[in-house]
């Protein structure tokens, strides 16, 4: 009210404003007529009209500190105090049973009468303070959970068709007594108290019932989530079910532990998963996320449970068609859950088609699945899809990598030209094709960059393992997988890629070079030839072209980068590469085949062919550098020239005969006076306009 009030006076006080400043504007202009009128000058200076005066700044609201008290002391203190309660009676019952303190029947009957009377005061307060005897409820509830358990796992005192009888009643005013609050606290509350029974107490009892408990008490949970949308609550039975189950699975030295696992897994698995799918129609991404992770949770504890067991093909199908069978029921009702519900069923038959059919087929299954979940979800618009396609694509990759550690050496079958190869292939096949539709059929750039990403590190190892297991793991065979795969992965990074990955491939290239100036593929290719004469030259040529179409990719990605220094050295890239292409297809000549007098040609190519071919590139280089006025050319053959100049001073004199000085500097001699005549005639037109003035 208060601040309604303040806002009405504040309005009043502008519009009583703007009414002052049109009277004085008014005023002005009758002041001004009657100037004219008695024909008194009118450059009589008018004195400005009053500024309008400002509204009242609105006080600051005070802060209110009674809700924050209240909370604290009505409600927060409360619930501490009934969780301190409940701890308190757990630890005086187990320290009583510990020193023969109080007889059985009396420490039974101390907690059914301190939780019933708990219970009757909260309904006793109920009218007049809300908040705390729900509290004092939710602590009565735990209470009477705790006793009956006590009774019948510690003491036998009541039968378990007894105990059950009553922690079932018990259950059942809970949810009564919670829909009658309307306050989720009660029931959680109440969960809390009924959970932290068996732990609590200690003791090792038989974890059928430990797990019929929990049964009843997730039976609560499930009432609950049809009357009440309570999500805290399904929430908290769904960690503390999974966790206690899961860390039972994990013992396989218990007593009955196969079909305990087995059959109670299977109920908490169909307790939570309808408990998850009663409020359907208002599902969110986060309903969905439990629903996978129920799915996912009970799918490894059964593998650990069963291992190697045959009946392990038939608890997958049966996954596989409790999923088909919940998303046929959702198909109209909740279509987002429909196809989480359809996502889980194949995921379901791809494990099963593992088990019954073996590996093989796996990689290639789950990557088909991607590839329907990803573009389904691009096509209407579906990021849980999406995210579900890029996960099912990851898991597929690390399923690549597996096979790829897992696969031996086999001599006998041809690289490249085996069925695990044309798999594998398949498979990362599809995984580009979800990259070129995020690209550019949909537009999604993020996600077709997360798979573009797991693409390139998936397909090098993928392809490259065929060549080492199949004993093609040589220098000259890296050389040549790799500057194909860095190449054909740089035209597309150029081709519509960001700067992070323009970096990345900068990077690679560099490596690639560094790897070919130090271990020399083509040397030991040469190497090889000299001791099988009968090698084929086929492979040097295919060298050429990988390391070529490398350059050609870092050509493209230096052309869009941000930096213009990096765009201008892009020019000289190209030249470079044909400069060491020529270099070694120089040496590969002169050595031939010819063991005997390799030595001999070495010499001659290191020395006399290379001061001679670099020459002859340089003259080319400054020649074209003129006739198309390009001077990355020119600037280019004037360097060459002049490490040409110093690879003769340093290196060729000292390793050559007399006949090979005289043709090298007649040679080196000859062209240089042409490039300098060249440079002298063809020079720009703006050089020479310089020059003559």
Known sequence: MEEESLRRLQDEVERLS???????????????????????????????????????????????????????????????????????????????????????????????????????????????????????LSGGVATVYFTTYASFYFYHFVPSPVAFAVMVATTLVTVWLATLYDVEWIGLFGLVGAYAVPFLVGGNGAPWGLFTYMTILNTGVLVLSYRKDWRKMNLFAF????????????????PGYFWTSLVFGSIFFLMLYAALLIHDTAANSRQAVLIILNALVFLVAGRIVLKENPDWILFLAANAGIHAGVA???????????????????????????????????????MAGAWAFYLTGLQRSMLFLVRWGIVLAVLSVLVLFRDLSLQAVDHQ???????????????????????????????????????????FLAAYPAGWMECYLHGLAGSSSFTLFTGTYLGISLLLIARDAGPVWRAIGLVLSVVLWLY??????????????????????????????????????????????SSQRVRQAAVYLPLAAAWYLGSEELVSLFVGTDKTAAADHYQ??????????????????????????????????????????????????????????????????????????????????????????
């Open 516 to 561: 070919l100036l130090a271990d020399q593929p083509f040397s030991h290719l040469r190497t090889l030839r000299l001791a099988h004469p009968d090698t084929s030259g086929a492979l040097r040529y295919a060298l050429y072209a990988a390391v070529a179409l490398a350059t050609a990719g870092c050509f493209l990605v230096m052309r869009k980068a």
């Open 239 to 254: 960690l503390v079910t999974w966790t206690i189950f899961v860390a039972f699975v994990l013992d396989s030295s218990r």
């Open 18 to 136: 703007r009414q002052l400043t049109d009277a004085q504007q008014q005023l002005q202009d009758v002041r001004r007529q009657l100037h004219a009128l008695a024909g008194r000058p009118s450059g009589v200076p008018i004195p400005p009209p009053a500024p309008a005066p400002k509204p009242a700044p609105i006080p600051p609201r005070p802060i209110a500190k009674a809700p924050t008290e209240a909370y604290i002391g009505g409600n927060l203190l409360s619930k501490v105090g009934i969780a301190a309660l409940v701890i308190g009676m757990a630890i005086f019952v187990k320290y009583a049973f510990d020193n023969d303190l109080i007889g059985p029947w009396g420490r039974l009957l101390m907690g059914w009468g301190i939780g019933c009377g708990l219970v009757a005061l909260a309904l006793f307060l109920k009218p007049r303070y809300l908040t705390y005897s729900a509290v004092l």
């Open 604 to 693: 001659q190519a290191y020395h006399a062919g290379w001061s001679v071919l670099w020459g002859v590139y340089s003259f080319v280089l400054v020649g074209i550098g003129f006739g198309r006025q390009w001077k990355p050319f020119r600037l280019a053959g004037i360097t060459l020239f002049g490490i040409v100049v110093a690879k003769l001073l340093l290196y060729d004199l000292s390793g050559l005969s007399s006949g090979g000085k005289i043709v090298v500097f007649l040679s080196v001699g000859v062209l240089l006076l042409l490039a300098s005549f060249l440079y002298q005639k063809f020079r720009l037109p703006e050089e020479k306009k310089e020059a003559n003035d």
């Open 413 to 455: 079958v041809t690289a490249y030209m085996n069925s695990v190869f044309v798999k594998r292939f398949v498979a990362l096949t599809l995984l580009g094709g979800m990259v070129w539709a995020g690209f550019y059929r949909f537009h999604d750039r993020r996600s077709a960059s997360w798979l573009g990403a797991l693409l």
């Open 328 to 366: 046929w029921w959702l198909r109209v009702r909740n279509r987002s859950l429909s196809l989480t519900a359809w996502s889980l069923c194949i995921v379901s038959g791809i494990v099963l088609e593992e088990a019954a059919v073996g590996p093989s087929f796996l990689l290639l299954t789950g």
